[in-house]
């Protein structure tokens, strides 16, 4: 298991498929070849590792995004998938998760989507501090810290 955090990885293949429940997704797999660490890309030994996309339900829209961020081209019927970035760097994120009392790592695209950022109009930032303001967790009254005494004239260290 690869450790959390950043990779850097070469598009290899992708293909529908299902799960082991039977549902819908997209396998694309990666030949991961760096960690970012510090800010620069450090090498680590190839490995492949697989990013599984849903093609389940709410999933879809998502993996809608993710798909086109690759260069899908839209054919699901051939094998493996059409993708316009195969041989490119993506840029991955490991997580590490705990699936049937089994620690193991999970793969997804990194920074997949839009940096632009749509700005909330003023009722859903109403909406928001409503929820806030009835749901989220009150701090602790606290006592403020006790002020340190003025020095006296033989610890003012002149």
Not at 21 to 50: L, M, S
Not at 114 to 126: F, G, M, N, Q, Y
Request: charged share 25%; proline share 7%; with cysteine.
């Amino acid at each position: 298991m690869l450790e959390a955090g950043i990779y850097l990885g070469t598009f290899k293949s992708g293909e529908a498929c299902k799960t082991k429940g039977n549902k819908d997704q997209v396998a694309c797999i990666f030949e991961v070849t760096a960690f970012a660490q510090d800010g620069k890309w450090v090498p680590v030994e190839h490995t492949e590792r697989t990013v599984y996309l849903s093609l389940e339900g709410g999933a879809r829209g998502y993996t809608g995004k993710k798909l086109a961020c690759l260069g899908f081209n839209g054919n699901f019927s051939v094998s493996p998938l059409g993708f316009g970035k195969f041989g490119q760097g993506i840029n991955l994120v490991c997580r590490h998760e705990t699936y049937d009392n089994k620690l193991s790592d999970k793969w997804d695209l990194h920074d997949w989507g839009s940096a632009e950022r749509k700005p909330l109009s003023d009722t859903e930032k109403i909406q928001l501090n409503a929820w806030w303001q009835t749901t989220a967790p009150k701090p602790e009254a606290t006592e403020p810290p006790a002020s340190a005494p003025p020095p006296t004239g033989d610890e003012i260290p002149f």
